[in-house]
């Protein structure tokens, strides 16, 4: 083998094992973390708990139960993209509630997303809502 061939060989094993940001994958992706975390997430714990991140940087999360109600607002990455950071506000019926929360991403896939509270560590795994 050539000198050449084994630099491009290894240079192609480090390349595929050097890509994953996330824990759970995937290891290498044609889409921005952007283009992939831009969507309407569905909850798989809670089929009523709605997540929207949109390219803008706005986001909205709905819950669509008994007692439907909407929250409104931004998100952003964490400058190494590890992390989600959400500040959305609504009205519940009594008064304007606003939550800031911080995610630390677990998954990032077109079709799946898994994310862990940076605080209370429970982890939730959101679908393409259909």
Same mark, same amino acid.
């Not at 083998?1 to 290498?28: A, D, Q, R, T």
């Not at 803008?56 to 992390?83: A, N, V």
């Not at 989600?84 to 939550?99: D, H, K, L, P, R």
């Given at each position: 083998?050539?000198?050449?061939?084994?630099?491009?060989?290894?240079?192609?094993?480090?390349?595929?094992?050097?890509?994953?940001?996330?824990?759970?994958? !995937?290891?290498?992706?044609?889409?921005?973390?952007?283009?992939?975390?831009?969507?309407? @997430?569905?909850? +798989?714990?809670? +089929?009523?708990?709605?997540?929207?991140?949109?390219?803008?940087?706005?986001?909205?999360?709905?819950?669509?139960?008994?007692? !439907?109600?909407?929250?409104?607002?931004? @998100?952003?990455?964490?400058?190494?993209?590890?992390?989600?950071?959400?500040?959305?506000?609504?009205?519940?019926?009594?008064?304007?509630?606003?939550?800031?929360?911080?995610?630390?991403?677990?998954?990032?896939?077109?079709?799946?997303?898994?994310?862990?509270?940076?605080?209370?560590?429970?982890?939730?795994?959101?679908? !393409?809502?259909?």
């Amino acid at each position: 083998m050539s000198m050449k061939n084994l630099f491009i060989n290894l240079f192609v094993v480090f390349f595929l094992f050097s890509c994953g940001k996330y824990e759970n994958g !995937p290891s290498i992706s044609l889409r921005s973390k952007k283009q992939r975390i831009c969507n309407i @997430w569905q909850s +798989n714990y809670d +089929n009523d708990e709605i997540f929207e991140f949109k390219e803008d940087g706005s986001c909205e999360l709905y819950y669509l139960s008994d007692l !439907p109600f909407k929250y409104e607002g931004t @998100w952003e990455f964490s400058d190494d993209k590890s992390q989600i950071s959400t500040n959305v506000s609504g009205n519940i019926g009594f008064g304007t509630v606003t939550i800031n929360d911080t995610y630390n991403i677990i998954e990032l896939r077109k079709d799946r997303l898994c994310i862990e509270d940076a605080i209370f560590s429970y982890e939730n795994c959101f679908t !393409p809502y259909e």
